[in-house]
C-alpha cells in the first residue's frame, strides 16, 4: 500500500510562493499521482496531476499558468510549485496516487485510492 506525506505548507501573502511535497513509500513510472484541494464548506476538487510514466502534466483552469507540478523519481517525490498565489488558493492540499485512473478524469478525486494527510496553504490578502 502506497503511503504519501505532504509538506511545504504554510501562510503567505497574495502573490507569494510555496513549494509543496509529496514523498512516496514508492514510486513506479505507470501511476497517476496528483494534487487536490479542499477548502472549508467546498468539495475537494483536482489541482493538477502527473502521469509518471511519460510527465504528462494535467491541470485545472484555475491555476494554469501559475502552478506547475513536477516529479523526482529519484527521490520518490512529487512537488506542487505554487506561483502568484490568491486567496482563493486557500485550503487543504493532499496529494494522491492510483494506478488506474480514467485518462479523462485524472483530476477527479475518486479516481484516486492513496491519499496523504494534508498540508494547509493560506494565502491572505
Known amino acids: 500500500q502506497v503511503q504519501l506525506v505532504e509538506s511545504g505548507g504554510g501562510s503567505v501573502q497574495t502573490g507569494g510562493s510555496l513549494r509543496l511535497s509529496c514523498a512516496a513509500s514508492?514510486?513506479?513510472?505507470?501511476?497517476?499521482m496528483g494534487w487536490f484541494r479542499q477548502a472549508p464548506g467546498k468539495e475537494r476538487e483536482g489541482v493538477a496531476a502527473i502521469y509518471t510514466g511519460r510527465g504528462r502534466t494535467y491541470y485545472a483552469d484555475s491555476v494554469k499558468g501559475r502552478f506547475t507540478i513536477s516529479q523526482d523519481n529519484a527521490k520518490n517525490t512529487m512537488y506542487l510549485q505554487m506561483n502568484s498565489l490568491k486567496p482563493e488558493d486557500t485550503a487543504m492540499y493532499y496529494c494522491?496516487?492510483?494506478?488506474?485512473?480514467?485518462?479523462?478524469?485524472?483530476?477527479?478525486?475518486?479516481?484516486?485510492?492513496?491519499w496523504g494527510q494534508g498540508t494547509q496553504v493560506t494565502v491572505s490578502s
Open positions: 494522491a496516487a492510483d494506478w488506474w485512473v480514467g485518462s479523462t478524469k485524472v483530476l477527479s478525486p475518486t479516481e484516486y485510492n492513496y
Open positions: 514508492e514510486y513506479t513510472s505507470s501511476n497517476y
